[in-house]
């Protein structure tokens, strides 16, 4: 048996800390040459592997390679041939030649990769949104301000601030144990989300036209059949879908416009499934509070009104990337590896 993986920077740019890993949980099944192409290199596999055809397995990595490259590993068994950082397939014409040569080929099975990063990192959001711990950190920098807890006069007076109070009282805020937290979607991430806001207490309920029912089941949260009725008494809103041409635009400018006033909206996936017009109009008019990792235009500007706000807590789009999300990229690949033949 001989297993090669040949990678191309291109791969390493978007997932630096893949490769290693892959080659630990190769180790397992027997050696392994690692080949790492030169950035710009346009030499297909079968051009920088030596004695393609004794090779068994390969793993090409954002490298070039052809239906004429596959011809040259004439006893390859299984292969992973990945061109993008998200689910993909080998070309038509390879995925020809991998059929009728009966050889197994893997590719991504979901984006489940990367899901507890990303609903790990909306649930802390959340906490840091109702709490207000991204402001209050910046705050205490410059200024000792925000450790006076006295109310005017220092007379306790009921609702008002009072000693090491630091919440804002016109939004949701303290805990997300009794909170009502309504979840648009029911899939890898937002399943999770709700596993684990469930799981401190909050009355988690979820909308998901595309989800199986056992996905709510697993989630720990209400299924809910009506997107309106959902919206209605939203303390926690969390739209939670990817990004297709179905769910672009899914929560209108209706939807955003129905959310009780004070609501706080956590956006983790992708800011275009909203009405972010709308949305954008309600937080800067202190009707709603915002906590994103995404949003309708990236980079923002560093003039956007929306940012360093008191009612937004905000991160620059990188939910998703942990070293773990790396690892778990390349254990889905291996998880469906079989056992090679001995030749």
Not at 33 to 48: D, F, K, Q, Y
Not at 261 to 284: F, H, P, Q, S, Y
Request: with cysteine.
């Amino acid at each position: 048996m001989r297993s090669v993986i040949i990678v191309h920077p291109e791969f390493d740019r978007t997932w630096p800390f893949a490769v290693e890993r892959l080659v630990e949980l190769m180790l397992n099944d027997g050696a392994v040459e690692l080949i790492r192409l030169e950035a710009g290199s346009a030499r297909r596999a079968s051009e920088v592997v030596r004695s393609p055809e004794t090779v068994t397995r390969l793993i090409c990595l954002n490298a070039d390679i052809t239906a004429d490259c596959i011809g040259r590993f004439s006893s390859l068994q299984d292969t992973v041939i990945e061109s993008t950082f998200q689910r993909a397939e080998p070309a038509p014409a390879i995925i020809e030649v991998l059929n009728e040569r009966n050889i197994r080929w893997y590719t991504q099975p979901t984006e489940g990769f990367w899901s507890q990063s990303v609903s790990e990192f909306a649930l802390g959001l959340t906490i840091c949104a109702l709490r207000r711990i991204p402001q209050l950190h910046h705050e205490i920098i410059t200024s000792t301000q925000p450790w006076d807890y006295d109310v005017p006069g220092g007379i306790g007076r009921p609702g008002a601030r009072g000693f090491q109070f630091g919440d804002d009282n016109r939004f949701a805020n303290g805990t997300v144990a009794g909170k009502r937290v309504r979840i648009v979607g029911a899939g890898n991430i937002a399943s999770r989300y709700a596993s684990f806001v469930h799981m401190l207490g909050a009355d988690a309920a979820a909308w998901d036209p595309f989800a199986t029912e056992p996905s709510f089941h697993l989630a720990g949260a209400r299924k809910e059949w009506h997107l309106d009725k959902l919206i209605a008494d939203a303390e926690i809103f969390v739209p939670m879908l990817p990004l297709t041409e179905k769910t672009r635009g899914i929560i209108t400018a209706g939807h955003i416009q129905a959310l009780p006033k004070g609501t706080l909206v956590v956006l983790a996936t992708r800011a275009d499934i909203c009405d972010m017009k709308v949305l954008r109009e309600r937080v800067l008019a202190d009707e709603l509070s915002l906590a994103a990792d995404v949003f309708d235009i990236e980079p923002l500007p560093v003039d956007d009104p929306l940012l360093g706000r008191h009612n937004v807590v905000h991160t620059p789009h990188h939910a998703g990337r942990t070293k773990d999300a790396n690892y778990r990229f390349v254990e889905k690949l291996y998880e469906q590896f079989q056992p090679l033949q001995h030749l």
